[in-house]
């Protein structure tokens, strides 16, 4: 049964750079065919998928965020990580990693989120 847990900070302040890591148990993020997602959730808003790395670490972000965002992954420990540069308090949200697999828009493994908090 595949795990996922995130990790990292709880406070960020303004402008610094926002990093999570993703630990996965169960599942290896080199096989099979999904793809390793961010996603989150802003304080009274919808979820929102940030980006995601592939089995063959090719990554994909969204439009709106790719300039600030960075997927990449720790093969040896079976993890991959979120970088977001340049954080606002609009950044402030529930963090999670996902599994997804090629195909779907479904995501059937789940991290049990992180909160990040912007603040000076």
């Known amino acids: 049964q595949v795990q996922l847990q995130e990790s990292g900070p709880g406070l960020v302040k303004p402008s610094q750079t926002l990093s999570l890591t993703c630990t996965v148990s169960?599942?290896?993020?080199?096989?099979?065919?999904?793809?390793w997602s961010w996603i989150r959730q802003p304080p009274g808003k919808g979820l929102e998928w940030l980006g995601h790395?592939?089995?063959?670490?090719?990554?994909y972000y969204s439009p709106d965020l790719k300039d600030r965002t960075s997927v990449s992954r720790n093969v040896s420990k079976n993890q991959f990580t979120l970088q977001l540069n340049s954080v606002t308090p609009e950044d402030t949200a529930v963090y999670y990693c996902?599994?997804?697999?090629?195909?779907?828009?479904?995501?059937?493994?789940w991290g049990q989120g992180t909160q990040v908090t912007v603040s000076s």
């Open positions: 996902a599994r997804r697999r090629y195909g779907t828009y479904e995501y059937d493994a």
């Open positions: 169960g599942d290896s993020i080199t096989t099979g065919f999904y793809y």
């Open positions: 790395i592939s089995v063959s670490a090719a990554t």
